[in-house]
Nanobody, 128 residues
Framework: HVQLVESGGGSVQPGGSLRLSCTASCTDSRYTNSGHCMAWFRQAPGTEREGVAAACSNGRKTYADSVRDRFTSVKDNPKNALYLQMNSLKPEDTAMYYC???????????????????WGQGTQVTVS
């Protein structure tokens, strides 16, 4: 009952920046203002999907160690959106980036893919 739309991927040189956006729309109005968590995951060819950053409507947030000093997430609760500012990008950041959400509850395992019920289509980030 939640649709996720991502934008903001692209190609950039090492050291550059990109900003990803994810907006959630609830198809069931009963859940629009429910507690929730949103996250960014990424997956490069031949690798497992890994959590990058996550934030919940109660203010809790976390980052993967590999991006902690370079990426910043901003949660906009009124807009049900999650933004990811990515600075000092490295070639190893190249991947498909997916937005995900769990709605109507929170989760303690913010960077665990299996915790998330709803997924966007993904947006490609290439650093070279």
């Amino acid at each position: 009952h939640v649709q996720l739309v991502e934008s903001g991927g692209g190609s950039v040189q090492p050291g550059g920046s990109l900003r990803l956006s994810c907006t959630a729309s609830c198809t069931d109005s009963r859940y629009t203002n429910s507690g929730h968590c949103m996250a960014w995951f990424r997956q490069a060819p031949g690798t497992e999907r890994e959590g990058v950053a996550a934030a919940c409507s109660n203010g809790r947030k976390t980052y993967a160690d590999s991006v902690r000093d370079r990426f910043t997430s901003v949660k906009d609760n009124p807009k049900n959106a999650l933004y990811l500012q990515m600075n000092s990008l490295k070639p190893e950041d190249t991947a498909m980036y997916y937005c995900a959400a769990v709605w109507g509850r929170w989760t303690a395992r913010l960077l665990e893919p299996s915790e998330y019920e709803f997924w966007g289509q993904g947006t490609q980030v290439t650093v070279s």
